[in-house]
Structures are given as structure tokens and as C-alpha cells.
């Protein structure tokens, strides 16, 4: 528990500990025991931010101060931590594809409206892959086993571009990751994907190679180039959405849920028939 220490113009200079007090019952004035310069936070200050100096430096509360260093309050760690676990609530509904805040009690009518936006958008999405396969069914006809890994294209993708996405809202939400050095984190992800594309790409190739034998070298050899570009677009998409959506203001958690999902899973299929196509005509 402490007294927070102010001057004749209610300006925050320091804060007195009780036991401070209690142990130094002689001392004729406060500032001489007093701790200077204690951790504060402004009264705008994002709660976000407030979290991490709670974390940063170990209080159970803060004083608040206005722009010109007046004290107007204080703030709990409890006061944080329920703000905190609502604004985790929130982002959790956001990557489960819920466009607003939901509980199990509520009406019929408002869980439908929270869940009905995504799952249309999905159904578009769903939609649209129908449309770019049905552009390729010479290619089915050419060699019908490559549509035995459609799923698996649309899946590894749809996987990929949620981890690059998670990792970065967390890093965002924990302080880990600096805005500023998003190039950085690009970079790192497209190393990433680069060696996760390289190893899911070799693995799948000599299981088509044993499975299905040289009679399907389009297959084969389409597969494995797809999973491994899909893999590195997957991975830089997922890092750049949250990013983006953090320089615009836009809560980034929006970036994990069933819009990764949807897109990766969409271009994925684009990568995937245009490197059968172009296989297609080569090797035949």
C-alpha cells in the first residue's frame, strides 16, 4: 500500500510505501523518504499498455496522471485483469469467426447474428473454389488423381496462415513484437516457410512417389511444388494481415479466425491448378 506524494499544484512527485511510515516515525518531512519518480500511467494510456507496465513492473496499483502530470486517480491490477480478460474474450470470438460478443445464455436471434457473417463469407469462399475447379476439368480427366489432394492443399494452407497469424497477435498483445520491425518478422516467417514448405513439399513427394508410382508424374511433381508455395504464401500472408490491421488501428485478432482460413484456402487452390496446368502441358 502506498500514499502518493504530490505538490501544491497536485503534481505527481513520488509515492510513499506504509511501512515506510510505520518504520520511520521521526522523520519531519515525506520527501526525504519518500520514492521519487514512481511508475505512472496517463490517463489515455491504452489498457493494452497498462497490462504490460503491471507486468513490467510487479505493482498491484498505479497512479494515473493527466497530461500535465496531475494525479486524477489510480488503477488496480484487478481493475486491468478484468479488462484484460474481456479484451482476450473478445479476441477469442473474433478467431472463432463470432462478429460480435456473445455468451450461451443469450437469445437465439443474437447468437445466430454473430455467427451468420463468417459462415456466409465461408460459403463465398466455398463458392469460389467451386468456380476456379470447375475451370480445370480437362485437367481431372488428363490425371483424376489429383484431385485426391484438395483437401490436403486447402487444409495445410488454411493451418500455415493461422500459426504465422496467432504468433503475431500474441507478440503484438504481449509486447514481444515492435510494430516497427515488421520487416523483420516477414522476413523470419518467410525463413520459416521456406524450411516447413521445403519439408512438407519432400515428405509428400516420396509418399506420391511410393503411392502412386510413375504413372502419375503430374501429380507427383504438382503436389509438392504447390504445398511448398502455398506453405510460403500462407506464411507471409498470415504475418502481413495482423500487422497491416495493427498500423490501421483495426484489432489484429481479426487476422486469426476464419479470414486466414478462407483466403489462404482460395489462393491455394489458384497455385494448385495453375502449376497442374502448366505441368499438364509440359509433360504431355
Known amino acids: 500500500y502506498y500514499v502518493y506524494v504530490v505538490d501544491n499544484d497536485e503534481r505527481l512527485r513520488g509515492i510513499l510505501p506504509l511501512k515506510t511510515l510505520i518504520t520511520h516515525p521521526s522523520v519531519s518531512k515525506i520527501k526525504h523518504v519518500m520514492e521519487e519518480n514512481p511508475a505512472s500511467v496517463k490517463a489515455d494510456t491504452p489498457i493494452d499498455d497498462v497490462a504490460l507496465d503491471f507486468e513490467k513492473y510487479d505493482l498491484v496499483a498505479m497512479p494515473v496522471i493527466d497530461s500535465i502530470g496531475r494525479l486524477v486517480g489510480r488503477i488496480t491490477v484487478d481493475d486491468v485483469m478484468d479488462r484484460v480478460r474481456d479484451s482476450s474474450e473478445r479476441d477469442y470470438q473474433l478467431a472463432s469467426g463470432l462478429s460480435s460478443d456473445v455468451e450461451s445464455d443469450d437469445t437465439l436471434f443474437t447468437q445466430t447474428k454473430a455467427r451468420l457473417p463468417w459462415l456466409l463469407i465461408g460459403m463465398v469462399g466455398g463458392l469460389c473454389n467451386s468456380v ?22 486447402g487444409g495445410t494452407g488454411g493451418n500455415v496462415g493461422t500459426q504465422s497469424s496467432a504468433i503475431v497477435v500474441q507478440g503484438l498483445a504481449n509486447g514481444s513484437l515492435d510494430i ?3 520487416a523483420r518478422q516477414l522476413l523470419k516467417e518467410l525463413g520459416v516457410g521456406l524450411i516447413n514448405g521445403g519439408i512438407i513439399a519432400l515428405l509428400v513427394f516420396v509418399y506420391n512417389l511410393l503411392k502412386l508410382g510413375s504413372g502419375h508424374q503430374v501429380t507427383t511433381i504438382a503436389v509438392s511444388l504447390s504445398l511448398f508455395c502455398v506453405v510460403m504464401f500462407a506464411s507471409v500472408f498470415g504475418t502481413f494481415v495482423p500487422l497491416t490491421l495493427e498500423k490501421l488501428k483495426i484489432d489484429p485478432a481479426l487476422a486469426t479466425g476464419p479470414f486466414i482460413s478462407i483466403t489462404n484456402d482460395i489462393i491455394g487452390m489458384v497455385i494448385y491448378m495453375s502449376i497442374s496446368s502448366w505441368l499438364i502441358i509440359a509433360l504431355h
Open 132 to 153: 476456379i475447379l470447375g475451370q480445370f476439368e480437362n485437367g481431372f480427366v488428363a490425371d483424376p488423381a489429383l484431385a485426391l489432394f484438395i483437401p490436403l492443399i
Open 180 to 182: 516497427r520491425k515488421s
